[in-house]
């Protein structure tokens, strides 16, 4: 097929963006879905912008003893760069998530032209502008766009780097930007290490003959990686060491996962089905999983980017596995990966990719151990994320047994199959898609995630911001306010939030806070709801202070129940 002029590639990427950036702005201030959530928990957004409140309220970065600053110092500068320039406010605070998610858009397209060309980048590029996780998630105050974003750029830079190496080292600083945005993304920095160790050591073409550009491209990343990590080290981690490693080890780490053998093993096997972000973009996954498929199958040919995407897929799946599988943010740095692997299936026989087409073999299919470790995952992966919708009300009442068991099953009898009927594994993992077949799907995908927004568009509320604004009136500007919740709702007004932690934040001073009159924390569904132990935490405040009063409620929308925030006033005056 003809390949798309640069006149019309440049229209359809602006088309692309127009459309991306509307789904973004669109009612900015409204809540995040609840009914067919995707995983955002709204209240988290006033926690993590809180340095960056602090300095464009109060001059100074640090109020109190909460200071997600050292987990996140990158997303942190760039929401104070926001606060500076248009003020405090929610949608002042989801700006930041918005460039995140056009950025990554832009990116990938960009990676993608890189590996494929122009009609792949441009399917790529709709997939991801469109695809409606994705799209809420950017528009959510978390750190979670920002670091994807920053992911996608150190791709894009790599798959770049096989014609000019200098675009290495962009990759490598992308890596280690992404890391200081959140620890997750320390899985992308191995996998992009160890593509670099692989273009250093195997240096071939795609073709098998020696590539001195690859090696090349292994230094320049390499070398990236490490100047930008012993800058950055050297400027902010080592003046503030002490911080740095509570927030990003005995916090996140030491605190929160079990790392028994049968809870990783748990976590391992629920990864399709305890969420369902996979499972609202079944196109995406499916082409996507075949996709790494065929790239391991042919892996010391493929192309640099093509490798490091299945490797952000296969380490990436690790973070989830060690931490935390239980909560859709973890998944939403995956979701570019299997767009971009989606989209070289269902283009790559339609795009002239001259030297970068090495088509799978049956011979290479029969001697690849690799393939064939790759494809038993990626079809329990596949039927999980299929199945799921069927077994929710099972995963919603906390048994995941059965849907996981059926899903080994199947995965089990499948890869059995295709490995047997190799020819039909060849048509999934190198797929020959007419063009009018393409269209059809991209018109599916499209047209669902579209039906998704729209059936939030026409249910979307403004009570979170309502309440913000309500707490604004209650309290004057400065007040001091305990609990989580207080940093939730403190975007539209002037209070003055300390947060109170689970064993961190502002935990070991809380009973002894008699300057704090004031504690903000939901009553519905239950008391302390927001906080990481349930109501206790916030309930033993409450018994220190038990002729506390309730001095005003707001509604809040965090739940598919009733929500409710109250203001307590810990120490009411005597009549």
């Not at 602006?14 to 209240?43: E, Y």
């Not at 409606?132 to 920002?146: D, I, K």
């Not at 038993?376 to 299929?386: D, Q």
Request: hydrophobic share 55%; charged share 15%; glycine share 8%.
């Amino acid at each position: 097929m003809k390949e798309t002029g640069p006149r019309s590639v440049v229209l359809a990427l602006l088309a692309i963006c127009v459309v991306a950036l509307t789904l973004r702005t669109v009612w900015l201030r409204a809540d995040p879905p609840v009914a067919g959530a995707v995983g955002i928990v709204w209240h988290d957004e006033g926690a993590w912008v809180h340095n960056a409140r602090n300095r464009a309220l109060w001059g100074t970065w640090r109020t109190d003893a909460w200071n997600p600053v050292f987990v996140a110092p990158v997303f942190t500068a760039l929401e104070y760069a926001s606060f500076d320039v248009f003020g405090v406010g929610t949608w002042q605070a989801r700006v930041v998530p918005v460039a995140s998610g056009l950025v990554a858009v832009l990116a990938l397209a960009a990676g993608l032209f890189a590996v494929a060309g122009a009609r792949t980048a441009l399917v790529g590029a709709l997939l991801l502008a469109i695809n409606y996780p994705f799209v809420m998630w950017n528009r959510a105050a978390l750190m979670e766009s920002t670091l994807t974003a920053l992911i996608v750029c150190a791709w894009a830079a790599f798959a770049a780097g096989e014609r000019r190496s200098a675009w290495g080292a962009v990759a490598g600083l992308a890596a280690v930007l992404a890391w200081f945005t959140k620890a997750s993304a320390a899985f992308f920095i191995a996998a992009l290490a160890i593509a670099s160790v692989w273009a250093l050591l195997r240096p071939l073409t795609t073709e098998g003959a020696p590539d001195g550009a690859n090696r090349r491209l292994g230094t320049m990343t390499l070398a990236g990686l490490a100047v930008s990590a012993l800058l950055i080290g050297a400027v902010f981690v080592l003046p503030h060491w002490q911080e740095y490693a509570f927030y990003n080890w005995q916090m996140s780490v030491t605190r929160k996962p079990e790392y028994t053998v049968k809870a990783i093993i748990d976590r391992a096997s629920w990864l399709p089905v305890v969420q369902g972000i996979f499972s609202r973009m079944p196109l995406p996954t499916a082409a996507g999983l075949f996709g790494l498929v065929g790239i391991v199958a042919r892996w010391r040919t493929a192309t640099a980017g093509e490798r490091l995407l299945v490797l952000w897929l296969a380490i990436g799946l690790a973070d989830p596995v060690v931490h935390d599988s239980g909560h859709e943010r973890r998944y939403v740095m995956f979701l570019p990966a299997l767009v971009a692997l989606a989209s070289l299936v269902l283009t790559r026989s339609m795009t002239a990719i001259g030297r970068r087409t090495s088509p799978v073999a049956p011979r290479t299919l029969g001697g690849d151990a690799l393939m064939a470790i790759a494809l038993l995952p990626s079809l329990y992966l596949l039927a999980g994320t299929l199945l799921r919708p069927a077994f929710l009300v099972d995963i919603e009442a906390g048994d995941l047994k059965t849907v996981v068991r059926l899903s080994a099953a199947i995965a089990v009898v499948a890869a059995l199959a295709l490995w047997r009927w190799r020819g039909i594994l060849i048509a999934l993992i190198e797929p020959r898609v007419p063009a009018s077949w393409l269209a059809a799907l991209l018109v599916l995908s499209v047209g669902w995630n579209g039906f998704e927004f729209l059936v939030w568009a026409g249910h979307r509320r403004y009570v979170n911001y309502e309440a913000s604004v309500a707490v604004g009136q209650a309290l004057p500007a400065g007040t001091l306010v305990q609990g989580k919740l207080a940093n939730g709702l403190s975007l539209e007004n002037r209070i003055r939030p300390i947060f109170v932690g689970n064993g961190f934040g502002n935990y070991e001073d809380r009973l002894r806070r008699d300057d704090v009159r004031y504690i903000l924390t939901y009553d519905l569904p239950a008391i302390g709801f927001e906080s990481s132990n349930g109501s206790g935490l916030i309930q033993g405040i409450l018994d220190h202070y038990p002729d506390h009063r309730t001095v005003a409620t707001f509604e809040v929308d965090e739940t598919p129940s009733p929500d409710r925030a109250v203001l307590i006033d810990k120490r009411p005056a005597s009549p």
